[in-house]
């Protein structure tokens, strides 16, 4: 009844997505002072009841922060934190200038003093059109991804301390655990919909290494593929090199030592690109992967985590072949937690082994577990 509604009557399609328009300031009670004059209407996004920002009329159109993806397909899912609150990202996404406008298609609020719950979730741009969050990105044989991704704005402060300083120099602040969940089950959707491949589901800092630190090594990237099936990660039965090796077949048998050449060469397969600053990208898979969790780790120095979640990461997304072998979990040793990950682990420096921040990565040598 109502395509025929529309096909004899256009005007009331205008009519129905207007009628159950709401002010923004009534849908997020005590959140925006001064009114913004912004409508909303009430939407499923992909499993999660949120609000859609209607249009703005042709005399505010600046405030229509997005443009055509000219024809391009989506296969990317790019995810942010927005170093502001709920309240000043909406409006920096909606305001009525085109200078240096940003915005994304979708925002995602953590719990606030001013009452605002967290995992609400606003769609700012349609997925239809090209939201602007990503900037001048690259990932893969890919540039631009603006034309070809659904950006994802987490509420989160992002650090304390100067950007111009060293990493190990902030402090990040953690991810709310209802916006997590919110974003987890949207990303799914999203995925799914669109059959974004896992090694697409990448963060800000991964396709611009060399200016961008969100979503920061707090991002729970391991939450998301165990809870939600989004995005890439190494299961618990895949943290051996035996596992790795047996289950994907790789054709790059694993680094005999701490290579950055080598560890450069498996990061530039998997698909983040250079721009200039190799150890940008490093610092950046680091917070992804190898270090994601432990903003201590993100640091400069190559361990053995690190050779070892490139090398499985690029076995297992971009070069296996699937094997049917019985994947193995290593050797425990008595009285340890430990593992033997390595055929000889006192080829790597056995403090790096004590200092081992994945339980299974630690060698049978090392005598002191974190967990």
């Not at 290494?209 to 090594?217: H, L, N, R, S």
Request: charged fraction near 20%; charge should be negative; proline fraction near 7%.
């Amino acid at each position: 009844m109502k395509i025929i509604l529309y096909i004899l009557f256009p005007s009331l399609l205008y009519l129905i997505t207007t009628t159950y328009a709401i002010p923004i300031t009534q849908a997020y009670p005590g959140v925006f002072s001064p009114d913004p004059q912004i409508d909303v209407t009430s939407t499923d996004i992909h499993g999660v009841m949120g609000y859609a920002i209607n249009p703005f009329p042709a005399n505010e159109s600046d405030r229509n922060h997005y443009d055509s993806r000219k024809g391009k397909t989506i296969k990317y899912l790019i995810m942010h934190f927005t170093e502001e609150n709920f309240t000043k990202t909406v409006n920096i996404f909606t305001n009525n200038s085109m200078v240096n406008p940003t915005s994304a298609h979708y925002v995602i609020t953590q719990k606030e003093i001013n009452n605002l719950a967290g995992g609400q979730v606003l769609r700012v741009v349609p997925e239809n059109l090209r939201a602007w969050h990503a900037g001048t990105s690259a990932w893969g044989n890919d540039t631009s991804l603006n034309y070809v991704s659904i950006g994802i704005e987490h509420v989160n402060l992002g650090f304390n301390g100067n950007v111009s300083l060293p990493e190990l120099n902030r402090t990040y602040f953690p991810y709310d655990p209802d916006e997590i969940k919110a974003s987890g089950i949207i990303s799914s959707g999203i995925v799914k919909q669109y059959g974004i491949l896992p090694q697409h589901v990448i963060g800000h800092e991964d396709v611009q290494p060399t200016w961008k630190p969100d979503p920061g090594p707090l991002f729970p990237w391991g939450k998301l593929y165990k809870d939600y099936g989004v995005g890439a990660w190494l299961d618990d039965d895949e943290m051996t090199v035996d596992a790795i090796t047996k289950k994907y077949n790789p054709p790059r048998p694993f680094p005999q030592n701490l290579d950055r050449d080598v560890l450069l060469a498996m990061l530039y397969n998997y698909g983040w690109r250079s721009a200039g600053d190799d150890s940008r990208v490093i610092l950046a898979f680091k917070k992804h992967f190898s270090a994601n969790q432990y903003p201590a780790y993100c640091d400069e120095i190559i361990r053995l985590e690190d050779m070892f979640w490139a090398w499985a990461l690029e076995a297992k997304y971009v070069t296996s072949t699937p094997t049917t072998a019985t994947p193995a979990t290593g050797s425990t040793v008595s009285g340890s937690t430990c593992v033997d990950a390595v055929p000889d682990c006192l080829q790597y420096n056995l403090n790096e082994c004590k200092n081992s921040i994945y339980k299974p990565m630690m060698c049978k040598y090392c005598k002191v577990s974190k967990f």
